[in-house]
């Protein structure tokens, strides 16, 4: 499985866009990136997939560049309610292999 | 949307007790799963269960661990004899087939455990 790295912490007020990057620079040729949120005290939530260039669905966005070494997500117009841990995960889609999550990055949005 | 349910949403157990976990996973999903996270750390994998049986389990899934699936709906974790380390968050998941199903599990609200 290819290790993941993404900043800890994040903070930023309502309104604005945020972007949290991951990096993977052992990604294999059949890995996806995949994104999940957490809020607190709940379970892990599916936000968003992609393999290459830019994946957008109502929730986000997810940048991916030619070499696939990194990922960013992009949140538009942040609410309080966005604050929640999120997970970037790369993976095959094959078999049964379990989700393998990381620390992940807390992003807290201020009023 | 169709949901994943969990109970109870809290269990406080003594040590040395036997609790099970109960779970009902969307009603077409084939794969399922039990994941942990103890309070402040990762979300941790548990065991991977499919076609009535374990696919695969974690070094944290040992002999006081089991799971099954008892009527069809169902899937329960049991923990035959709690210690103190098994208190935590139990998360059930589950995911469809086909396509980039893998990835996208959907997760239940998760059983607080606490071993007293």
């Known amino acids: 499985l290819a290790k993941t790295t993404q900043p800890i912490s994040m903070d930023s007020y309502e309104g604005q866009e945020v972007n949290i990057t991951c990096s993977h620079n052992n990604i294999a040729t059949n890995d996806y990136i995949t994104w999940y949120q957490q809020f607190p005290s709940q379970g892990p939530r599916f936000i968003i997939q992609?393999?290459?260039t830019k994946v957008t669905n109502e929730v986000a966005s997810l940048f991916i560049p030619a070499d696939r070494k990194s990922s960013t997500l992009s949140l538009p117009r942040v609410s309080l309610s966005d604050t929640a841990v999120y997970y970037c995960?790369?993976?095959?889609?094959?078999?049964?292999?379990?989700?393998?999550f990381g620390k992940g990055t807390r992003l807290s949005v201020i009023a | 949307e169709p949901e994943v349910t969990q109970t109870p949403s809290h269990q406080v157990t003594q040590m040395g007790q036997e609790v099970i976990l109960r779970c009902v996973p969307i009603?077409?999903?084939?794969?399922f799963y039990w994941y942990r996270q103890i309070l402040g750390q990762k979300v941790e994998f548990l065991v991977s269960?499919?076609?009535?049986?374990?696919?695969?389990k974690s070094e944290i899934f040992d002999d006081q661990f089991s799971v099954e699936r008892p009527d069809g709906s169902n899937f329960t974790l049991k923990i035959r004899s709690t210690k103190l380390e098994d208190s935590a968050m139990y998360f059930c998941a589950c995911r469809g087939t086909g396509g980039n199903a893998r990835y996208e599990q959907y997760f239940g609200p998760g059983t607080r455990l606490t071993v007293t």
């Open positions: 009603s077409n999903h084939l794969y």
């Open positions: 992609g393999y290459k």
């Open positions: 995960l790369v993976g095959d889609n094959s078999g049964n292999t379990p989700l393998v």
């Open positions: 269960f499919y076609n009535n049986e374990i696919s695969e």
